[in-house]
């Protein structure tokens, strides 16, 4: 079992920027494909960025590409979303997520994805 932990969020302006970090409790992380997701009151979860085992894909929703930037270090069993030029409409609870996969095509789908973290909260203030 997975076990993931979000952490990094928080109340900011408009404009302002956030770093959210996901601590993965299994040892061999480098052989899980990551994303992140969001979920606003009332609204599906949504895909927000992915990368791969590798860390040579990256995938972006049309919403944040260009502002966003997902990484992943392994070694610290570490995934970030860097999170720039933030818009009161990326409030949300923000969701890491995992499954064992070395398959680098896109996976955007909650269903896809088999290990979750508890959340953290992202208010964008205008």
């Known amino acids: 079992q997975v076990q993931l932990i979000e952490s990094g969020g928080g109340l900011v302006q408009a404009g302002d920027s956030l770093r959210l970090s996901c601590t993965a409790s299994?040892?061999?992380?480098?052989?899980?494909?990551m994303g992140w997701f969001r979920q606003a009151p009332g609204k599906e979860r949504e895909f927000v960025a992915a990368?791969?085992?590798?860390?040579?894909?990256?995938y972006y929703s049309d919403s944040v590409k260009g502002r966003f930037t997902i990484s992943r270090q392994n070694l610290q069993n570490r995934m970030y979303l860097q999170m720039n030029n933030l818009k009161p409409e990326d409030t949300a609870v923000y969701y890491c997520?995992?499954?064992?996969?070395?398959?680098?095509?896109?996976?955007?789908?909650?269903?896809?994805?088999?290990?979750w973290g508890q959340g953290t909260q992202v208010t964008v203030s205008s």
């Open positions: 299994e040892r061999t992380f480098s052989t899980y494909y």
């Open positions: 997520a995992a499954v064992y996969s070395v398959i680098t095509g896109l996976k955007s789908q909650p269903g896809e994805y088999d290990y």
């Open positions: 990368i791969t085992w590798s860390r040579e894909i990256t």
